[in-house]
Nanobody
Framework: QVRLVESGGDLVQPGGSLRLSCAAS????????IGWFRQAPGKEREAVSC????????YYIDSLKARFNMSRDNAKDTAYLEMNSLKPEDTAAYYC???????????????WGKGTMVTVSS
């Protein structure tokens, strides 16, 4: 059974940092790209970034490239999204997704987690 489980979401003050984790099981993690998406309240889900199986990174929101960093540990079947200098506009549910290739479209990803909430507020 395919599973993606996000964790690490929390309430954080502006300027703070969080590291989200995405634990995968039930599919060959090494051969899959891991994408991160987010959905703010009342808005559509948007692509944040994606990390290919060969560790090539793509950021779909240019302004996040300087503050967010992706990584993966294939030995643990886990991917990470480190978020720094968080802003209130980063408040959203964050989802990880998997597919053989990176895609900035939700339809391009095959497997999804249920999300973890990040709230940036003072």
């Amino acid at each position: 059974q395919v599973r993606l489980v996000e964790s690490g979401g929390d309430l954080v003050q502006p300027g703070g940092s969080l590291r989200l984790s995405c634990a995968a099981s039930g599919f060959p993690f090494d051969y899959h790209a891991i994408g991160w998406f987010r959905q703010a309240p009342g808005k559509e889900r948007e692509a944040v970034s994606c990390l290919s199986p060969s560790d090539d990174s793509t950021y779909y929101i240019d302004s996040l490239k300087a503050r967010f960093n992706m990584s993966r540990d294939n030995a643990k079947d886990t991917a990470y999204l480190e978020m720094n200098s968080l802003k209130p506009e980063d408040t959203a549910a964050y989802y990880c997704a998997a597919a053989y290739y990176c895609s900035g479209y939700t339809s391009g990803m095959d497997y999804w987690g249920k999300g973890t909430m990040v709230t940036v507020s003072s």
